[in-house]
């Protein structure tokens, strides 16, 4: 495929187009979540104007079009992550709730006293506190794989504590924190040899590389749209579907039962036993457009278009005075994490946003791996495929001035 088109692309998302204090918008802020391009907009849109319904229940022509609009995309969903069957696609809000699903429905069927669950010290906030709330309401102990200087998971180490003890492996595919890219598919494997159950969260990893479930061969992948240029409020839990099928429904109501008596309950078979009450049918819709999107683009390109501004971006903010990187990993997505000596976090991104730029400052719910370093707070830059070097310039320039002193020239 030829490269990307950025000055094309970037037509595409109306809202880089924003001014922000006199000055256009550079977003930043993609960890945290991403820009929506016109088609994704359009399609919401185009849902409310033509196929808005409820879904499955009613023998109308709508209720037709919102059924077929929604699984349509729960394919868009299975092809995406090269899923074997729509049964393994769940729609959810997003990374935080598919994770609390998998702990209180899978978790709370198969851990038991004694039993250990592992994660890493990379972990967002979403894959620690439902585990600890698991293991603590049964009595189980929460392991933590330790990560090195540069931010990257100590393999041996993870290794050794894995054992007959280990029920569970939660860890992320890429660090929300610091970028680094785990070696998520060896992790499975270890995990796997030692009889665990694993669940990887792709909230970080989706908009940056392709990932295929099947190769990876995780239990559970967990993601949220809005991180990948989808609306917010719709995710997804992916399991394999015989896990799925064998794991007790979460919440219970309508949708989700096969059969309801006073006595007896019988559920659907995945999906559906996950998805009690009314989805967020438009917004799945709006994933499905968003996964065309960046599919239309490619993974692999928009990886290798990142990557190259990743190494641009790391280069020209190692030289700037008094800036530290915090996560120097070999295996990197396109995330960075810093500290400026003699300025407060906040006060660099409150500098950075005169400027018209948005920048993360602070723990980015990620506090153990921060402490790690000795930190609680950075500076996080996040760069999406719509980014461009003068991004990177304008972010630059922008510290520069900051630590000179000098103001801005506008
Ligand atoms: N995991 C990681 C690695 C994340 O970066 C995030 C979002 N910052 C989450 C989980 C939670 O995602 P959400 O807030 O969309 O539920």
Redesign the pocket.
Known sequence: RPPLDVNLIRRDFPILSERVNGRQLVWLDN???TQKPQSVIDRISYFYEHENSNIHRAAHELAARATDAYEAAREKVRGFLNARSVNEVVFV???????NLVAQSWGRANIREGDEIVVSHL?????IVPWKHLADEKGAKLRVAPVDESGQIILDEYARLLGPRTRLVAF?Q???ALGTITPAKRMVELAHAAGATVLV?G??SVSHMAVDVQDLDADFF?F?G??VFAP?GI?VVYGKEAILNATPPWQGGGNMIRDVTFEHIEYHDAPGRFEAGTGNIADAVGLGAAIDYVSALGMDNIARYEHELLLYATRLLKDVPGLTLVGTAADKASVLSFTLAGFKTEDVGAALNKEGIAVRSGH???QPILRRFGLEATVRPSLAFYNTCADVDALVSALYRLVSGRRPIY
Not at 93 to 99: D, M, P, Q
Request: net charge negative; proline share 0%.
């Open positions: 960890a945290a979540t809000r997003g990374a935080t709730e598919a994770i972990e967002h906030h979403a894959n992320t890429v660090s929300n969260d909230a970080q967990v949220s809005h991180k917010t995710g980015h719910c990620a």
